[in-house]
């Protein structure tokens, strides 16, 4: 499993970002995406999360409204548009999804990409 993020960097307040998350090793369109983040000194959250079949999306409520996750399946890759960032929303940016293999679960994250909000 292997799961690469892209599309961090620095950026204005109120402007947008969108990171790409690349998969491969498993099944990708019957699992699960998720995006976290960590900020310096706080713990990982989960920020959004987009089902495998359905679509159906879940958002963390900081960014309700500004983030949008959705996934594209044949490409095995899941996305999170960014909008009217804001300086709270410097952190790393991690992709996540887990399998379930005979009754245990395992966790899989990307490397991570920075995002920086700043004027």
């Known amino acids: 499993v292997q799961l690469v993020e892209s599309g961090g960097g620095l950026v204005q307040p109120g402007r947008s970002l969108r990171l790409s998350c690349a998969a491969s090793?498993?099944?990708?369109?019957?699992?699960?995406m998720s995006w976290y983040r960590q900020a310096p000194g706080k713990e990982r959250e989960l920020v959004a999360a987009?089902?495998?079949?359905?679509?159906?999306?879940n958002y963390a409520d900081s960014v309700k409204g500004r983030f949008t996750i959705y996934r594209d399946n044949a490409k095995n890759t899941v996305y999170l548009q960014m909008n009217s960032l804001k300086p709270e929303d410097t952190a790393i940016y991690y992709c996540?999804?887990?399998?379930?293999?005979?009754?245990?679960?395992?966790?899989?994250w990307g490397q991570g990409t920075q995002v920086t909000v700043s004027s």
């Open positions: 996540h999804t887990y399998l379930t293999v005979v009754g245990f679960t395992y966790d899989y």
């Open positions: 987009i089902t495998n079949t359905r679509g159906t999306t």
């Open positions: 090793g498993f099944t990708f369109s019957s699992s699960l």
